[in-house]
């Protein structure tokens, strides 16, 4: 599967929230992978003020496509975070705008096939899914069964932790096997923190000081 970041399909919006005019070329990666038959999940930021009158859009897409359409509550990531109150739109908020198009049904783990931090739904009469993700109205942490590879090579144990590993030395040293690194991993989850209390402890400010464009996925 291949997570697609698009939160938008306006194209000046889409502009203005990623500092590049490039919704065709994404939108053209959309299509290709579809043609392919790769499994894509859609990830959108809720953005109140930017892109919540643009919600019948990606009904639209989870209706008429097989995709995964996920919405993300915008979190307080990177010094200069332009987080605020007045533009935090929280999951509640939007499914219940979600459901003023479509009715949504609720999916179980068995449905979602793998553990993850999305809450799934089927669209009634439509070919795609829609999901909502909670990391600051209702925390998954102890659940959480995800770790971060940076672009750069280093794990990543908690979105909210700025604490990274280099793998990358070790990945391309000769003498060093496989079973080394994951004595590494494993060793570094055992200090995973909880995110939701890094969450809480913040001053107001942003719960992490690395950017989420350098961070990766």
Request: with cysteine; aromatic share 6%; hydrophobic share 45%.
């Amino acid at each position: 599967a291949v997570n697609l970041s698009l939160d938008s399909f306006d194209r000046e919006t889409f502009a203005r929230v990623t500092g590049r005019d490039m919704l065709p070329e994404v939108l053209r990666a959309l299509d290709a992978m579809l043609a392919a038959g790769i499994r894509v999940k859609i990830n959108a930021v809720g953005l109140r003020g930017i892109n919540d009158g643009q919600l019948a859009d990606f009904v639209h897409a989870a209706m008429t496509l097989p995709v995964d359409v996920r919405f993300i509550e915008f979190m307080p990531m990177g010094s200069d975070t332009l987080w605020s109150p007045e533009n935090f739109w929280p999951a509640s908020d939007i499914r219940a705008a979600v459901e003023q198009h479509v009715r949504l049904v609720p999916l179980g783990d068995a449905n979602e096939g793998q553990r993850g931090p999305a809450r799934m739904f089927a669209l009634e009469g439509g070919k795609g899914r829609m999901g909502f993700i909670t990391p600051l109205t209702n925390h998954f942490c102890l659940s959480c069964n995800r770790l971060r590879m940076t672009s750069d090579g280093h794990l990543r144990t908690c979105l909210f932790a700025d604490r990274e590993y280099p793998l990358r030395p070790l990945l391309r040293h000769p003498k060093v096997t496989d079973e080394h690194i994951a004595r590494v991993i494993a060793q570094a989850c055992k200090s995973k923190p909880v995110g939701a209390d890094l969450l809480a402890a913040r001053q107001g400010g942003a719960v992490a000081s690395s950017k989420m464009v350098s961070i990766g996925g």
